[in-house]
């Protein structure tokens, strides 16, 4: 979706290096995530935020950090704790809950961002 | 936490054949119940979504239907064209879980012309 951008398009790490994954969203969406895809597997949750200034860990926190100071950003920090980094990332964004209805709303997605190691 | 199964990981058909996807999840408060299709090197795209208060939903060519009994919920892709050949993701999620998506492994659908 043309509201979500993820840069860069591709990152490479050297070792013991920290690099982050930006994330930027134009559409007033409350609520980011940060997925990661390895080749041939579904996505897998790495953190996510509802509110500015709040985030929570996902399946797969270990060797990432976030911050969530502006509603539009969702920047992601991969450490180099996170000894195997090589990945897809995904970052994706929800519009607020649709109160009347009390139902969750559909997540768009960033283009991505391919991490590999040099 | 919930936990969604996806089957089958690979499936070719041949175009004009209907192809069908399955899911089950284990947590029964989950009520949201997403597919994406996503082509390779690119970003998932929302094709379908039902809610728990429906057991059926279509959009043209593609149906998605929920078994909340059984806890699991299909796509069905009718008249399928080459152009389908992509890997489908299904999710679940629960309302009172801040939008979270548990996504199946998915499943690289091929459709031979």
């Known amino acids: 979706d043309g509201g979500i951008t993820q840069s860069p398009k591709y990152l490479f790490r050297k070792e013991g290096q920290n690099v982050t994954l930006s994330c930027e969203q134009n559409l007033n969406h409350d609520a980011m995530y940060w997925y990661r895809q390895d080749p041939g597997q579904g996505l897998r949750l790495i953190y996510y935020s509802q509110i500015v200034n709040d985030f929570q860990k996902g399946d797969i926190a270990e060797g990432y950090s976030v911050s969530r100071e502006k509603k539009e950003s969702f920047p992601l920090t991969v450490t180099s704790a996170q000894k195997n980094p090589t990945a897809f990332y995904l970052c994706a964004s929800i519009s607020p809950r649709d109160s009347a209805h009390l139902s969750n709303q559909p997540q768009h997605f960033g283009d991505g961002t391919r991490l590999s190691i040099l | 936490g919930e936990n969604v199964e996806q089957h089958p990981s690979t499936l070719s058909v041949q175009e004009g054949d209907s192809a069908v996807i399955k899911c089950t999840y284990s947590?029964?408060?989950?009520?949201?119940f997403p597919w994406y299709k996503q082509e390779l090197g690119k970003r998932p795209q929302l094709i379908i979504d039902i809610r728990s208060n429906v057991g059926e939903k279509k959009d043209q060519r593609i149906a998605v239907t929920l078994n909340k009994t059984a806890k699991h919920f299909s796509l069905h892709i009718t008249e399928t064209q080459p152009e389908d050949s992509a890997v489908y993701f299904c999710a679940a999620s629960d309302d009172n879980q801040g939008g979270k998506l548990i996504f199946g492994q998915g499943t690289e659908l091929s459709v031979k012309p």
């Open positions: 947590d029964s408060a989950s009520n949201y």
